[in-house]
């Protein structure tokens, strides 16, 4: 096949991706919705910034903070589904080669585009748009590369994707051993994943010692808020044991979208695909497997050493391992049985319908009420204000619970990114407060919002929170 004909498979299946991603979050086009600590890289607040790369080691994003020019919430979200999309059709080239038939490559790229991980980082995607792009542009890299120079990239790719987002490095990973241009040999994955795990402690080195330099600290440590367990003794050892069973099951309700047993049927599912294809491609089976261990070993690894839980936001690769599986198990089935296969096609258009349906729900009917009610609200401040004054709770409003609005600040910021003034949340932080008195007993009760103004400062009485269940 002709880098032309490679340029126009890619242009196509990134078209497909794009136009199921628009319709899938259809209302947040023009108006993202954008989590809490999302927001200073949409308004360019450095010193949130700045301690997650501390905590995190996300310096590529601290990095990105500094562009010139900060664009508006929809830009930022247009370049990363944009982003997403060419590393969804990507991978379906890489991973199951260019000569399989439209039907197949399709699925594919559309399972790595609905992943269920994918949608609930996608919230974060202001912070994540350079590292999104990391990924974009290294999938383009590889399908248009030799496997050895895939390989030797990752060495760049690797440490630059980490410091966007610690688990990235595994989707690359995965890309490359499962790469229908690699040798089908375990010398060859076992090459790949030496360079990999070399590329990692080079991100690990690298992300210490900007720590160091920035920081003093040669470390990436845990934030507190993340309620650490430091292992002293074998009872923390079993606490920390307890946490990662506690966890594994909460990630099961995510893989069910919140339903234990849609979560069961679908790691059924994937165990089942796998079985399968060690039956028929055992080698393609075995890395698959090894990419699984190669991301989620180090990982529970942590889990059990410091009582850091990895979110299933994080485990994007295993999806699309899930994907790959399914995928080639039907593709193989279309050969063997008629009927298996129509069967097979069936389960697996189920599955990316359920998570069409998935993401179209919280999309359409979650978020949107949060928006709908900041926007009318940012609407009855005044223009032309320098400063808004908030008192009262943020869970007064509609939407705030549904969507897990889980500070004051997911409030303040979301209306100065609206207003355009300085926003204070006056019962978080009373000393900012002292300088203006409101027109208002700060204290009182409304069940709607209560604007008022006294020059160029404006003071919202926000609704009391509903009582009861």
């Known amino acids: 096949m002709t ?72 830009v930022n979200f247009a370049l990363y589904l944009l982003g997403w999309s060419i590393f969804s059709a990507c991978t379906a080239i890489i991973v199951l080669g260019r000569s399989m038939p439209a039907w197949f490559l399709c699925v594919m790229a559309l399972f790595v585009a609905l992943s269920r991980p994918a949608f609930l980082i996608s919230f974060w995607f202001n912070t994540l748009l350079p590292g999104i792009w990391v990924l974009a542009l290294f999938s383009l890299a590889v399908v248009f590369l030799s496997h050895r120079a895939s390989v030797l990239l990752l060495i760049v790719a690797v440490p630059l994707s980490f410091m966007a987002y610690t688990t990235y490095p595994f989707m690359m990973l995965s890309l490359v051993l499962l790469s229908r241009k690699a040798p089908q040999t375990y010398v060859s994955a076992g090459v790949t994943l030496v360079v990999f795990f070399a ?28 309620d650490p367990t430091e292992v002293k003794s074998i009872s923390d050892l079993a606490l920390n044991y307890q946490k990662l069973k506690l966890h594994l099951y909460e990630n099961l309700h995510r893989v069910g979208s919140g339903s234990l047993s849609n979560g069961v049927f679908l790691v059924s599912l994937f165990a089942v695909s796998w079985l399968y294809l060690f039956r028929r491609q055992r080698y393609v089976a075995t890395i698959v497997l090894v990419a699984v261990l190669a991301g989620c070993g180090p990982l529970f690894a942590k889990t059990l050493t410091s009582g850091l839980k990895v979110p299933f936001r994080a485990l994007g690769w295993n999806w699309i391992l899930f994907g790959y599986t399914l995928t080639m198990s039907v593709f193989i089935l279309t050969s063997t049985s008629t009927r298996l296969a129509s069967v097979a096609r069936i389960v697996i258009m189920c599955v990316l319908l359920i998570a069409t349906i998935q993401f179209g729900r919280i999309t359409y009917g979650t978020f949107p009420l949060w928006q709908k009610t900041t926007r009318a609200l940012a609407d009855e401040i005044p223009d032309g204000m320098n400063r808004v004054q908030l008192y009262g709770s943020y869970y007064g409003l509609e939407g705030a619970r549904e969507t897990f609005i889980q500070f004051d600040r997911g409030l303040r910021l979301r209306l100065e990114y609206l207003t355009g003034a300085e926003v204070v949340s006056c019962d978080t932080t009373p000393d900012e407060c002292t300088d203006a008195t409101p027109p208002f007993d700060p204290l009182g009760w409304t069940h709607t919002s209560l604007v008022e103004t006294d020059g160029t400062v404006a003071f919202v009485l926000l609704p009391s929170p509903p009582v009861g269940p």
Request: charged share 15%; proline share 7%.
């Open 3 to 74: 880098a032309r004909s490679d340029i126009t498979l890619v242009f196509w299946l990134t078209l497909l991706c794009l136009g199921t991603l628009m319709a899938t979050y259809g209302p947040f086009l023009s108006d993202p919705f954008v989590r809490h600590d999302d927001f200073p890289a949409l308004l360019g607040h450095f010193d949130m910034a700045y301690s997650k790369a501390l905590d995190e080691g996300r310096w590529l994003n601290f990095w990105w903070q500094f562009r010139p020019f900060l664009w508006p919430a929809p």
């Open 199 to 226: 590329s990692l402690a080079l991100a690990f080195g690298v992300v210490y010692s900007l720590n160091f330099l920035h920081h003093g600290v040669f470390d990436i440590p845990v934030a507190e808020w993340r």
